[in-house]
């Protein structure tokens, strides 16, 4: 009735990867038009490069994702590399001037010894002076407390319709808050509330000290970091935690 690949195509619908629209991807898109090899860890369902080729991008470009449907999306442009696999996977050695992982894909990274494994599996793949650049929400906005039911959370609609005409309803709902690691599920429904899909995610909100540390460990040097996606500093105010990490 719902498939993965459903999950994937509905996914592009509701957070399409658009650079006049959202300042968070304007912000990647002109990071990964300025390096001339990228790799994209976390890449779902590969949109951000997809627009990076479509704007003339001429150099390597290479994703990875655990997801294997969204992967399938991502493999509609071939002229983009894709891997199948976590941040830990990652195993190039100095091929990249560029790592990106967009719209909080770093969250995804929870225990403490995924966290590390990651990191320097990403300072890894990097080139001498090759830059990290991501986000994560910082924990101080409590994100999590506006992911409901009644899908009021970030202004998406609960109503949608997918790309065959079908409505859909999609919530989201908290099921636990351990420490800095929440977990939540996002249904997806009839219009009726009849539920054709549930997806865990667990996801971890690193405060500033608690990143910079494990980024210190991994052998990555903060050359950026901010509150907004404008290069404001990070305040008490900030939503997000904006870096962008060199290798030393
Ligand atoms: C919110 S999506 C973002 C996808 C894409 N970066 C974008 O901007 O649309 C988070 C992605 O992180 C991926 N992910 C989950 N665990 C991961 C891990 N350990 N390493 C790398 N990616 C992971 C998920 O499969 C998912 O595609």
């Keep these: 009735m719902f498939s ?17 629209r959202f300042p968070s991807d304007a912000f990647h898109h002109d990071l990964v038009m300025a390096a ?3 790799l994209d860890v976390g890449c779902g369902t590969g949109s951000m490069l997809h627009h990076a080729r479509e704007c003339g991008h001429s150099g390597r470009l290479a994703g990875i994702d655990p997801n294997r449907a969204a992967l399938e999306r991502a493999r509609r442009r071939t ?18 001037d560029l790592a990106t992982m967009a719209s909080n894909a770093f969250q995804c990274l929870v225990g403490d010894d995924e966290l590390r494994a990651s990191l320097v599996a990403i300072r890894t793949a990097l080139r001498d002076g090759g830059r990290f650049a991501f986000e994560t929400r910082h924990p101080q906005a409590r994100a999590w407390e506006t992911w409901t039911p009644d899908g009021s959370d970030d202004g998406n609609a609960a109503d949608v319709v997918d790309a065959s005409g079908r409505a859909l309803r999609v919530w989201h709902e908290v099921e636990s808050v351990v420490g800095d690691v929440v977990t939540f599920t996002e249904t997806t429904a009839e219009p009726d509330g009849a539920v054709l899909y549930v997806d865990r995610t667990t996801l971890r909100f690193l405060d500033v000290p608690a990143l910079n540390a494990f980024l210190a460990e991994a052998g990555f040097a903060v050359e950026g970091q901010y509150g907004d996606w404008f290069r404001g500093p990070v305040t008490d105010a900030s939503q997000v935690i904006v870096t962008i990490a060199r290798r030393g």
Excluded at 79 to 96: K, L, N
């Design 36 to 38: 001339d090899a990228v």
């Design 4 to 20: 993965d690949a459903d999950a994937a195509a509905l996914y592009d619908l509701m957070y399409p990867w658009d650079v006049a």
């Design 79 to 96: 002229d983009i590399e894709w891997y199948e696999g976590t941040a830990a996977d990652v195993s190039w050695d100095r091929e990249f």
